[in-house]
DNA sequence: TTATATTTGTCCGTATGTATG
DNA sequence: ACATACATACGGACAAATATA
């Protein structure tokens, strides 16, 4: 996982990009709920882009009911397993 | 390439002109499918034109199925080798 | 207690690109 | 050619809460 997997030029946004990595991440198992997702810091420093661009993610994946955030903790992911949505 | 390659005074409208090199640059490889074409104001630069003239021509080659435009971030060639039109 | 580092929250501004009038 | 608006993306700065040493 780098900086390659992004492709700035695609019809994708960026952030989407980012955030359909730390899906199929969760989705295989390498991240586990109720266990921290990567920080802002980390996604900006593994994915080479700006810390907005990671927020938008993790915002998007919060939206989308992946994750949750704990102010001044970390996102964590969220269990979907038995949610009605 | 440049501004020469337009006539303004040929029957064909300078849209159609620009859209033709663009067909072009599609077919001879050099713009390739799901990446970018040149951005309205890149065209605007290259063909010394008005940016309504350069969205025409963005706008024909999307009627005709060579480009798609993704809002707020570009048009893209499209893959017509799969398409049924 | 103090200090430092981490992490999210919230602003600022700049640039690009399309959408619309 | 101009103005406005929105979405995306980058860069920087500071605050607040938390964790650790």
Known sequence: M???EIDHD???PVYRQIAAL???DIESGLLVVN????????LVQRFGVARE???HAVGYLREEGYVFTVPQRGSYVADRS????
Not at 35 to 42: D, L, Q, T, V
Not at 82 to 85: G, Q, R, V
């Open 53 to 55: 661009t990671a927020r």
């Open 35 to 42: 266990r921290k997702i990567p920080s802002e810091a980390a």
């Open 22 to 24: 730390i899906i199929a």
């Open 2 to 4: 780098a900086a390659s």
């Open 10 to 12: 695609a019809p994708t």
């Open 82 to 85: 038995a949610k009605s949505k």
